[in-house]
């Protein structure tokens, strides 16, 4: 039997792809509220096929728990915070997490932790503890990858990466996780598996920043960014991401300040690409006021944000450029922006619409902060508006761009 400790965007995913393909799973988390509801039937996020996947999982037996079971394989999935002041790791749910399983488990156990954490973090605080406990545990990093809005795919077809201290403990995880996956898993040590892991959201998040500081560049001598990204990426060794109204989510705009701040002379490059990246959002507002002088618009609460999530079609809002940009906003003394989002239910912040229509009404300007769905199959509401398109995605004519 497997239990998944943490039953978050990334827990939830996994133990409910585990038991869907057979394997005997129990769901812990220390939430009893959000265990209350798995236990009711119903999801705690939304995201494509996950709703399927849990009636599967549910008729397969998963179950849901606040308690810590006694096993021989764990998977740990809970969060990692990161300090926003020193930019470095906060593994206290993690060292939490792992001291409480070896209470719980049996003596020569697996403990596989899934949660992104900053290379060394399992030497420097996880060891400790186990050797600390006394028992002898197999210990595993096998970091996640899954992209939320994709995320069930992605769990099936993604390549993943095992680090293990023991080969063959690697490979007997690896059949684990072959219950499902049908990427290729390759196995490691741990540290390797630790870098991978942000090495690849640093990737990301340099590129996007290399975007956002073409479109600096293009908007200031009056050149297309989009035509000219268009273009460079026909070249067979060019792949360039796409500017936007900043990073959001909990990977890409938090991973590579891990490298930040563990070797801050050293991570020049990635330094530099997150403080643009976090600029970014102060950038649109930059823009919101230039496009607000050009149309004679004076008066800011007729400015409405399209979008509050951090990206499209999900509905986490962590770290999203629109709570960033209005962050920014209040610091300068401004009274909120309008915002609107169709996937977000519940008030977040202070001026918010839960309809679109009457968001539309009391607007001139309107910036579309996020491309969901929603906003490209209603473009004939916005005639007539005055157009902020932080992601080239509106055909109307008169658009304006970052
Ligand atoms: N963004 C841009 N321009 C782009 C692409 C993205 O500005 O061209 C912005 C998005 O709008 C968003 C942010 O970047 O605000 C991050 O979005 P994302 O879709 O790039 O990535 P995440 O954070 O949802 O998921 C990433 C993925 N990592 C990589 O692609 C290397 C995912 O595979 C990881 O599992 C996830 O981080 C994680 O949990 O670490």
Known sequence: MINVIGLGYIGLPTALMLSSHGVEVIGTDYNKELVDTLRAGKTTFKEKGLEELFNQAVRQGIRFTTQYQKTDTYIVSVPTPYDKFSKKVDPGYVIKAVRTVLEHCTDGATVIIESTISPGTIDKSVRPVIAESGKAVNLVHA???????????E????NRTIGADDRAVGERVKALYSSFCQGEIVVTDIR??????VVENTF??????FANELARICRHDGMDVYEIIRICNMHPRVNILQPGPGVGGHCISVDPWFLVGDYPSLA??????????DSQPAYVLNRIHEIMKENGLGDTRRVGLYGLTYKENVDDVRESPTLQLLECQERHLAEPLKVYDPLIGKDIVPDQYHDFDAFLE?????????KHDQIRQNWDKLRGKVILDC??????????HI
């Open 143 to 153: 970091p996640e990858r899954i992209i939320p809005g994709n995320m069930v795919y």
């Open 192 to 197: 390797t598996a630790e870098m991978t892991k």
């Open 268 to 277: 020049k490059v990635i330094d530099e690409s997150m403080k643009t990246n």
């Open 362 to 370: 009391d607007v001139d300007l309107v910036v579309i902060m996020v």
């Open 155 to 158: 769990l099936l077809h993604n």
């Open 204 to 209: 990301r998040a340099v590129n996007i920043a």
């Open 391 to 400: 992601h080239n995605i509106c055909p109307l004519p008169g658009t304006y």
